[in-house]
């Protein structure tokens, strides 16, 4: 596949329609990232722009590889009324996101205290596989939740109003019908609301180590002295429930033997079951919101306890795998698309009704996570964004190494003794977590963020690297 | 051998054995759990009974599967064995022993059961599946 793509610059590959593709592919990536990105990737990619009522491309951010129908890193548009909605392009970890926090609480203060405070959010916050939150929610509080998301949390005590429009969405979407979510999602999502996961998933305490737009990073108010917070976990069991039943759904009404891939499975946008689809995949989304708020107000708390009285300040929190409908130019007009970003972040410039006012002048915070022993970065939307990539930039480093290879070659406490080396603290559910998530394992995410500051869809904003990492 | 892991960058893809399907099934559930935790550590304290139906073999992996998972997150279930499975029919039975999780150390997450790459072959009977991680 890769001897087809045309460089149409640095930065920007081409794939030209052709077979039942409805319209070209288009990579957004460096020759240095093309080079590792798998064969079946760009396939994958070439199989999404044969999906009805794909608009202009199907798109590939800077850090795509092969995923299950979609690729990861995949964006693509579908007309709401000709169109398709998919499973497989929001992922089966919906609302998988990220949230950054400012701090009053110096590198040095930190550093005092750090295994106290790394403790003490361990204790505080539930994490690791299947394990369950601290508190039992009854059907009646999740259907609250699937409706209100991070409305819902903060009404009940897990932080403050002001948190809510620094969440993309405002900390909610809406139309999520509880109905449409099945009760054995349900029953996977109620005792893990309010917990961590495994994994990929990961809480970071990090410190500031390059500021690029001080303009910007002012606004933000990333003050370089004081350490960032991020918080990294998605939808959680409910999530994943909804994606594999709406999947089995699609594929019992439309069947999947037209299609290229099982897992390209879709339903039309206005169908019964497209509409069902998108409800319960927002009602996940504002689960996954609530989440992500209950463990920053539980991070809020140990800090108190930790420092006394602390400033902990939501910057933004944004979505990694989501479909949304969304207002974009197409063809000189505006039209109503559903915009599907799997493993992709939301990057949308100055200006738009969907950036809280505090950031309008400026674009939305994106927000982009690397490995544990990497840097993560904080990047700020563009204008340029909304007009050839659908608002969405890249959304963090890909794995280069399978699970299985990693456990094979590396030890866990290497891997902590190298991380403490070089400055930081890892506390996790077990060694083997450490060996699955070691930072070799991941793709250069330096690389990625450049290509999208290059490309101009998402510009580089402020760098940090961890001091602190919790995993489940 | 049971179950073996193949190559598979961002998720795993395992290949479970058996002399019957069952028992390719059986070893496909010990092979997925064997990538959250140490398995031959669980203790078989607690039975859990149910059925899945699939319309067809893959439909009924996956589902058999899924239920394990099912079982994991809604209420910590952390297989140590599976004691008693049947298939008839495109339906299934099973009796799984196991623990709860929190008495364990864990690691990866399994996230989801795919039909990616999914392969069931006949006599010698094996299962291949990728599992969401």
Same mark, same amino acid.
Not at chain 1, 258 to 280: F, M, Q
């Given at each position: 596949m890769k001897e087809k793509l045309k460089k149409l610059s640095n930065y920007e590959f081409e794939l030209d329609k052709e077979g039942s593709m409805k319209v070209p592919a288009?990579?957004?990536?460096?020759?240095?990232?093309?080079?590792?990105?798998?064969?079946?990737?760009?396939?994958?990619?070439?199989?999404?722009?044969?999906?009805?009522?794909?608009?202009?491309?199907?798109?590939? +951010?800077?850090?795509?590889?092969?995923?299950?129908?979609?690729?990861?890193?995949?964006?693509?548009?579908f007309d709401v009324n000709e169109g398709i909605i998919s499973p497989g392009g929001v992922g089966y970890d919906i609302n998988c996101g990220v949230r950054v926090l400012s701090t009053n609480i110096s590198v040095e203060e930190f550093l005092k205290k750090r295994t106290e405070i790394i403790n003490e959010i361990y204790k505080n916050v539930p994490s690791g596989v299947g394990r369950e939150g601290k508190l039992k929610f009854?059907?009646?509080?999740?259907?609250?939740?699937?409706?209100?998301?991070?409305?819902?949390?903060?009404?009940?005590?897990?932080?403050?109003?002001?948190?809510?429009?620094?969440?993309?969405?405002?900390?909610? +979407?809406?139309?999520?019908?509880?109905?449409?979510?099945?009760?054995?999602?349900?029953?996977?999502? +109620?005792?893990?609301?309010?917990?961590?996961?495994?994994?990929?998933?990961?809480?970071?305490?990090?410190?500031?180590?390059?500021?690029?737009?001080e303009k910007i990073s002012n606004v933000f108010e990333i003050d370089k002295n004081n350490v960032t917070i991020m918080i990294h976990c998605g939808s959680r069991g409910l999530g994943h429930q909804v994606a594999s039943d709406y999947i089995k759904l699609m594929e019992d009404k439309y069947g999947y033997k037209?299609?290229?891939?099982?897992?390209?499975?879709?339903?039309?946008?206005?169908?019964?079951?497209?509409?069902?689809?998108?409800?319960?995949m927002i009602g996940s989304v504002n689960f996954a919101f609530a989440n992500r708020q209950m463990i920053m107000h539980w991070?809020?708390?140990?800090?108190?306890?930790?420092?006394?009285?602390?400033?902990?300040?939501l910057i933004y929190d944004v979505c990694h795998n989501v479909a949304k409908i969304e207002k974009h130019v197409i063809d000189n007009s505006l039209k109503e698309v559903c915009v599907h970003r799997k493993g992709a972040s939301r990057s949308f410039g100055p200006r738009r009704d969907e950036v809280p006012e505090i950031y309008r002048n400026i674009g939305q915070p994106?927000?982009?996570?690397?490995? +544990?022993?990497?840097?993560?970065?904080?990047?700020?939307?563009?204008?340029?964004?909304?007009?050839?990539?659908?608002?969405?930039?890249?959304?963090?480093?890909?794995?280069?190494?399978?699970?299985?290879?990693?456990?094979?070659?590396?030890?866990?406490?290497?891997?902590?003794?190298?991380?403490?080396?070089?400055?930081?603290?890892?506390?996790a559910g077990s060694w083997k977590s450490i060996a699955e998530e070691a930072p070799q394992v991941y793709k250069d995410i330096d690389e990625v963020v450049r290509v999208s500051h290059e490309v101009g869809i998402g510009n580089l904003v402020v760098k940090v690297k961890p001091l602190g990492v919790i995993k489940g | 051998m049971k179950y073996k892991f193949l190559e598979h960058k961002a998720d795993a893809k395992f290949q479970a054995f058996g002399?019957?399907?069952?028992?390719?099934?059986?070893?496909?559930?010990?092979?997925?759990?064997?990538?959250?935790?140490?398995?031959?550590?669980?203790?078989g304290k607690i039975e859990r009974k149910f059925n899945v139906k699939g319309y067809d073999k893959k439909a009924l992996l996956y589902n058999f599967l899924e239920e394990l998972l099912f079982l994991l997150?809604?209420?910590?279930?952390?297989?140590?064995?599976?004691k008693k499975i049947k298939i008839v029919n495109n339906k299934l039975e099973a009796v799984v022993v196991g623990d709860k999780v929190s008495n364990y150390e864990t690691h990866g997450e399994v996230k989801a059961v795919t039909y990616n790459e999914m392969e069931i072959k006949e006599k010698p009977y094996m299962v291949q599946v990728v599992v969401d991680m």
């Open positions: 288009k990579l957004f990536i460096s020759e240095k990232l093309l080079k590792d990105v798998e064969e079946n990737a760009i396939q994958q990619l070439v199989n999404v722009a044969t999906l009805r009522g794909i608009q202009k491309y199907a798109l590939a +951010m800077p850090d795509i590889h092969s995923g299950y129908g979609f690729p990861i890193g995949g964006v693509a548009a009854s059907k009646d509080v999740l259907a609250e939740v699937i409706e209100k998301g991070a409305k819902w949390a903060i009404d009940n005590g897990y932080g403050i109003k002001e948190d809510l429009q620094r969440i993309e969405e405002y900390g909610y +979407m809406k139309g999520a019908n509880f109905h449409d979510i099945s009760s054995k999602a349900i029953q996977r999502g +109620m005792p893990q609301l309010g917990s961590l996961g495994a994994g990929n998933h990961f809480l970071e305490i990090q410190q500031v180590e390059q500021i690029f737009n037209d299609l290229p891939d099982r897992e390209l499975i879709n339903a039309p946008v206005n169908s019964d079951l497209g509409k069902k689809y998108y409800s319960a991070i809020r708390e140990s800090f108190d306890k930790i420092f006394g009285k602390s400033k902990l300040n994106v927000i982009i996570p690397g490995s +544990m022993g990497t840097a993560s970065y904080v990047l700020v939307g563009t204008k340029k964004a909304e007009e050839i990539s659908f608002g969405s930039t890249a959304h963090g480093a890909g794995r280069v190494c399978s699970r299985s290879a990693a456990l094979r070659t590396l030890r866990g406490e290497n891997i902590r003794n190298e991380l403490s080396k070089k400055g930081i603290e890892v506390k | 002399k019957t399907l069952e028992e390719a099934f059986s070893n496909a559930a010990l092979a997925m759990f064997s990538l959250m935790t140490d398995i031959k550590k669980v203790k997150d809604s209420e910590g279930f952390l297989l140590y064995k599976i």
